[in-house]
């Protein structure tokens, strides 16, 4: 008699900005893969997935945080974060940083083909057909440029958020365009970043949506921010937040400067 399969081990990279920022983000996230069936572990030694230092030419860090991630999430069936950007940086770069390394290059791919984007993976690798949450009012959602570009993020979300009870999407202009975060490219060209996501908030008004929903942190910090000083009152918060029915916790805020 075959033994019956346990549930497949998830180890949850929860981000730096949620760590840091948004808690309720990472037990949003947990929730909803326990929910999909699987088993979540969250180890506690996790730090960046180096992308910081891979955007600014820094292969030495970016290669000694990479190595660190690895060992600590490669014995697990499936690594899911709740970023795009993150989740990218562990699926598409770690393997260019370890490319020609005959110790790390495979050990590298194995660990790469099993990292998926939070909602990519309820969808298209647990086929989870529904959420049970609910929602009275109106979201518009931004497709985060990492997600939609490097992992094909765009139409896993919006199937999710159409089975929350009492939810209506409004479709924003221009919801695929950058928003102007970028990473250390709101800090190195300000201007043009506040530029972009002045279009951006924009856009998100002329839904007249109740809330902004996204899959990325800096993302959401960086609109909730613009939001917040333009006098807005369109909530702010991931996606996971909606999609677990946690949305308790106070909207995202961002900076008030």
Sequence with gaps: MTAPRSRPRVGLFATCLVDLFRPNVGFSAAKLI???????????????????????????????????????????????APSGSCAAMLKHHYPEVFKGDVKWEERCRRFSDKVFELVSFLTDVMFVPKVDAAFQGSVTYHDSCSGLRELGVQKQPRSLLA??????????????????????????????SGTIVSK?????????????LAGDMGCLMNMAGKLKREGSTVEVRHVAEVLAGMTDAKPIAGSAK
């Design 34 to 80: 326990e929910d999909a069936g699987c088993e979540v572990h969250v180890p506690m030694a996790q730090t960046c997935c180096g992308q910081p230092a891979y955007n600014s030419g820094d292969r030495k860090d970016t290669r000694a945080l990479a190595i660190q991630v690895i060992e600590l999430f490669e014995g697990y069936d499936y690594v899911v």
């Design 163 to 192: 089975t929350v009870e009492g939810l209506e999407l409004k479709e924003m202009a221009g919801s695929d365009v950058c928003c102007g975060f970028g990473g250390t490219f709101c800090v190195k060209y300000s201007d043009i």
């Design 200 to 212: 951006k908030t924009a856009n998100i008004m002329e839904t007249g949506a109740d809330m902004l």
